[in-house]
T-cell receptor, first 118, second 111 residues
Framework: GAVVSQHPSRVICKSGTSVKIECRSL??????MFWYRQFPKQSLMLMAT?????????EQGVEKDKFLINHASLTLSTLTVTSAHPEDSSFYIC??????????????FGPGTRLTVL | DAKTTQPPSMDCAEGRAANLPCNHS???????VYWYRQIHSQGPQYIIH???NNETNEMASLIITEDRKSSTLILPHATLRDTAVYYC????????????FGGGTRVLVKP
């Protein structure tokens, strides 16, 4: 149980275009999802917390107009990188919290999406 | 959330136990110790967590000192597939609570 998927697994785009990444909880309903970014040889950095039906909460330094997050259902959150530039190339990872597993209160991570902006 | 300190890297031999230390001297009474690992180019994977008592599951054991200022993750019989970055995180149980990842320990299991 507690499987999270991401699509696509990797994407290459041209500078200036927008890219949408999907994050799905496959066997549970996630009221809260998180988006992380990881640059090579660095740790994961939290970008934003996404709550179903409400606006996302962005971490300091993350541009909300550039990284659009939509959490329209209990099983799907999307991250859109708008007007992508080479410096946005990174490994984007989502996670979801299963509210029924309170004893663990952990997050289940997707496999990640590698974005390369040319 | 309390800060953690881990060695940046360590090697261990396949089939032997791997003991991964973590210092969290400023941990609060209501903070849990969580361990995750990240295999190269994958999302992190939950391993184990604990509050005060030692814990064991099918993946690992977690030993927490009595003063809770440090802990050790034990992989009883390391395999090559255990090569990964291991993250020790301390956090409060709360809805929507964030996970803050530090540098972790890069573990290389050698044949």
């Amino acid at each position: 149980g507690a499987v999270v998927s991401q699509h696509p697994s990797r994407v290459i785009c041209k500078s200036g275009t927008s890219v949408k990444i999907e994050c799905r909880s496959l066997d549970f309903q996630a009221t809260t999802m998180f988006w992380y970014r990881q640059f090579p040889k660095q740790s994961l950095m939290l970008m934003a917390t996404s709550n179903e039906g409400s606006k996302a909460t962005y971490e300091q330094g993350v541009e909300k107009d550039k990284f659009l997050i939509n959490h329209a259902s209990l099983t799907l959150s999307t991250l859109t990188v708008t007007s992508a530039h080479p410096e946005d190339s990174s490994f984007y990872i989502c996670s979801a919290r299963d509210p029924t597993r309170l004893a663990i209160d952990t997050q289940y991570f997707g496999p990640g999406t590698r974005l390369t902006v040319l | 959330d309390a800060k953690t300190t881990q060695p940046p890297s360590m090697d261990c031999a396949e089939g032997r136990a791997a003991n991964l230390p973590c210092n969290h001297s400023t941990i609060s009474g209501n903070e849990y110790v969580y361990w995750y690992r990240q295999i190269h180019s994958q999302g992190p994977q939950y391993i184990i967590h604990g509050l005060k008592n030692n814990e064991t599951n099918e993946m690992a054991s977690l030993i927490i000192t009595e003063d809770r200022k440090s802990s050790t993750l034990i992989l009883p019989h390391a395999t090559l597939r255990d090569t990964a970055v291991y993250y020790c995180i301390v956090r409060v149980h709360a809805a929507g609570n964030k996970l803050t990842f530090g540098g972790g320990t890069r573990v290389l299991v050698k044949p």
